[in-house]
């Protein structure tokens, strides 16, 4: 091992000990776009992108290889039109991996799973990435969906708009099925999952977009579950639980004092 560090490499010893040098947070943390990343080294730049056509990408990739490939393909199948390689080589076939929730277990939406593997790709700073990914995850928690809809598709009918209050496929799903009455294996539910890879990889080319241009601004993320973190979460006089998920989808008996 060679122990003579070079300034920039004691920097970042610095900070991952948490010594808070001045100058580590200015130069690790301090740029959070596109040019910070080159500057890293990472091949895989992000390249401004139509937002309509990832939605409608998205859309159709679903049909291709799930919800997670579909989010995925919205975008990477544009770079690789446009701009050639790497990206006309990426193994996007390993997306097929978060497939209604991870092969079919319902975890992770895998709308979700793709669009957070994009920013993963593109956005090296762990703290940019994980709030824009944060950012993306409750949005989904919070909004209705599907909103896309495409002007061909195999369903003629309505398709009912549903609010899950979480990230999880078996929920979403679920919900939608109990509300539209449709069943989980229907045509019906598989077309509302492609409009939603349609709307994921919307959401998440807006977010990549404003990242390139510098502008994204971090949300505000805060959730009625904050105060139930205030107590479980790190720090908190319990301390014994992870997460940012919304708890009252679980746990809504314990929504009043428990405590
Ligand atoms: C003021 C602090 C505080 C807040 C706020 C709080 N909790 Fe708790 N919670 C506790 C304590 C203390 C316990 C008991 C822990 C133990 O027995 O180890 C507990 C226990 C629990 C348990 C275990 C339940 C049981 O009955 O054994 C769950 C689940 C839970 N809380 C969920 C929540 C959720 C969801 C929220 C937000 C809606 C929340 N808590 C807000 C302090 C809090
Ligand atoms: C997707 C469902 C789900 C969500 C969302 C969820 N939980 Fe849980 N939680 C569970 C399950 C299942 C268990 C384990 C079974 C149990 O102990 O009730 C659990 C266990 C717990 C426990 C330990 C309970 C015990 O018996 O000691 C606490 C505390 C808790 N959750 C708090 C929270 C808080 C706070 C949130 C929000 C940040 C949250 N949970 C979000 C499902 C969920």
Redesign the pocket.
């Known amino acids: 091992m060679d122990y003579n560090l070079t300034r920039r490499q004691m920097i970042r010893l610095g900070t991952s000990f948490g010594m808070g040098l001045a100058g580590a947070v200015f130069f690790d943390h301090g740029l959070s776009s596109n040019a910070a990343d080159a500057s890293q080294g990472n091949p895989w730049q992000y390249h401004e992108l139509d937002i309509p056509t990832s939605e409608k990408l998205g859309y159709k990739g679903f049909y291709k290889g799930g919800c997670a490939y579909g989010t995925f393909y919205g975008a990477m199948f544009q770079l690789s039109r446009k701009h050639g390689e790497p990206y006309s080589s990426f193994p996007i076939h390993m997306m097929k991996f978060g497939t209604s929730g991870v092969a079919g277990y319902g975890s992770l939406c895998g709308c979700l799973n793709g669009g957070a593997a994009l920013i993963g790709l593109f956005c090296q700073d762990d703290a940019v990435r994980n709030q824009m990914i944060q950012e993306l995850l409750r949005w989904y928690e919070q909004t209705k969906f599907p909103i896309y809809k495409p002007s061909f598709s195999p369903i003629e009918t309505e398709i009912v708009q549903t609010k899950s209050n979480s990230v999880l496929c078996h929920i979403s799903v679920g919900e939608w099925c109990g509300i539209s009455g449709y069943k989980a294996s229907s045509k019906e539910r598989l077309d509302r999952c492609a409009r939603l890879a349609g709307d994921v990889s919307k959401k998440t080319t807006d977010m990549l977009n404003s990242w390139l241009k510098g502008g994204y601004l971090a949300a505000n993320l805060s959730s009625i579950?904050d105060?139930?973190r205030?107590?479980?979460g790190r720090g908190g006089?319990?301390d014994d639980i992870k997460g940012l998920m919304d708890?009252s989808i679980c746990?809504d008996d314990?929504?009043s004092d428990?405590?």
């Open positions: 579950s105060d139930c205030a107590c479980h006089e319990v708890c746990h314990k929504l428990h405590y």
